[in-house]
């Protein structure tokens, strides 16, 4: 497995080791939270990333009390994964239009003022995008049309053209927060999506989706969200998480499920009903935390046959003690 490695406001930096670690395969972030880089740095930051590719990410944030100069970006015509995130305010960040290298892009800024810079073609082909939150949350994304590499896309707030994104025909990652008035029927044209979420932001149910490619799907802390009826629609499914919807009360998988290995259901409250498993026939692994569900009840009915990881708890601690035990004598196994 590639290792992470995070550099944090190094003041010098060593090439050789870091070259040796990006070699092997590794993944590398130099990040800096405060302005103690200067061009010497920055600049042999860039020799590095003009030979490798965007396993090396560059990365500006926090910068708190002050602002990121984007002006440095001059020393880093090379660099092909770009984090500016996590920071309140920049100066001259239409100097990112003139990095014609990037793959990766990461924004986060709170006070952007730039709503329109998707138009900058040197973004055009990046492979992943990230748009964070900003105060007016205005940012313009009529202009994803044109970003055919896109394969990994985050959008969190801003919905203003957000229809565009079924032009991004690669998309094969995308993850949303955003209210519950952005219509999200634009998936139905990303033929090749195969991981859906959705974090935070509002939305009842998914019934705007119509039967789909996607492999996993998560729904987590969104507002409002209260039913999903039409799981029939996602039977090519392989992973399913639903965690922290205290308005959903029922969950039924009325159709056969015949890829679904991975369910977890975690701090659904209301969640008291569950059936259908028995439809789940591939189903390997089930997680059930913190819900309204009856185990009791719940082991009743038809479980699938390759079940071995189970997993229920309901928080009381003796309840979950026996229910444990019950699981064990049944064959199954907590991890």
């Known amino acids: 497995?590639?290792?992470?490695?995070?550099?944090?406001?190094?003041?010098?930096?060593?090439?050789?080791?870091?070259?040796?670690?990006?070699?092997?395969?590794?993944?590398?972030?130099?990040?800096?939270?405060?302005?103690?880089?200067?061009?010497?740095?920055?600049?042999?930051?860039?020799?590095?990333?003009?030979?490798?590719?965007?396993?090396?990410?560059?990365?500006?944030?926090?910068?708190y009390g002050t602002f990121f100069d984007c002006k440095y970006l001059e020393y880093l015509p090379s660099v092909k994964s770009l984090y500016l995130d996590c920071l309140d305010s920049v100066m001259n960040f239409r100097r990112l239009r003139y990095l014609q290298n990037m793959e990766r892009l990461h924004i986060g800024i709170y006070k952007l003022e730039e709503s329109?810079?998707?138009?900058?073609?040197?973004?055009?082909?990046?492979?992943?995008?990230?748009?964070?939150?900003?105060?007016k949350n205005n940012i313009i994304l009529h202009h994803l049309s044109n970003y055919s590499d896109l394969n990994t896309l985050f959008i969190n707030g801003h919905i203003k053209g957000i229809d565009s994104i079924a032009e991004c025909k690669n998309i094969k990652d995308l993850s949303l927060s955003i209210a519950s008035k952005a219509s999200i029927s634009f998936i139905n044209s990303l033929s090749n999506l195969k991981n859906?979420?959705?974090?935070?932001?509002?939305?009842?149910?998914?019934?705007?989706?119509?039967?789909?490619?996607?492999?996993?799907?998560?729904?987590?802390?969104?507002?409002?969200?209260?039913?999903?009826?039409?799981?029939?629609?996602?039977?090519?499914?392989?992973?399913?998480q639903i965690e922290d919807q205290i308005q959903l009360r029922e969950l039924v998988f009325d159709m056969d499920?015949?890829?679904?290995?991975?369910?977890?259901l975690v701090n659904c409250k209301n969640l008291s009903t569950c059936d259908g498993i028995r439809h789940l026939s591939t189903l390997n692994q089930m997680r059930i935390y913190r819900t309204d569900i009856n185990f009791d009840k719940f082991i009743e009915q038809e479980l699938p046959r390759k079940l071995r990881l189970f997993s229920f708890y309901s928080g009381e601690k003796k309840a979950d003690e026996r229910t444990r035990e019950k699981l064990e004598q049944m064959g199954y196994r907590e991890k």
Request: glycine share 6%; hydrophobic share 40%.
């Open 116 to 135: 329109d810079f998707l138009v900058w073609d040197n973004l055009y082909k990046l492979t992943e995008l990230v748009i964070g939150d900003t105060k």
């Open 196 to 240: 859906l979420r959705f974090i935070l932001g509002g939305r009842e149910n998914l019934l705007e989706i119509k039967k789909n490619e996607i492999e996993s799907l998560e729904i987590i802390r969104v507002r409002g969200f209260s039913s999903f009826g039409n799981t029939s629609d996602f039977r090519k499914l392989k992973r399913i």
């Open 1 to 63: 497995m590639p290792k992470n490695t995070i550099l944090n406001n190094q003041k010098r930096v060593n090439l050789d080791q870091i070259n040796d670690e990006l070699q092997l395969g590794n993944q590398i972030t130099i990040q800096f939270s405060e302005p103690i880089y200067d061009e010497a740095i920055l600049a042999d930051l860039d020799t590095l990333c003009k030979i490798h590719n965007s396993s090396l990410s560059i990365r500006f944030y926090g910068h």
């Open 257 to 264: 499920m015949p890829f679904l290995e991975d369910m977890k």
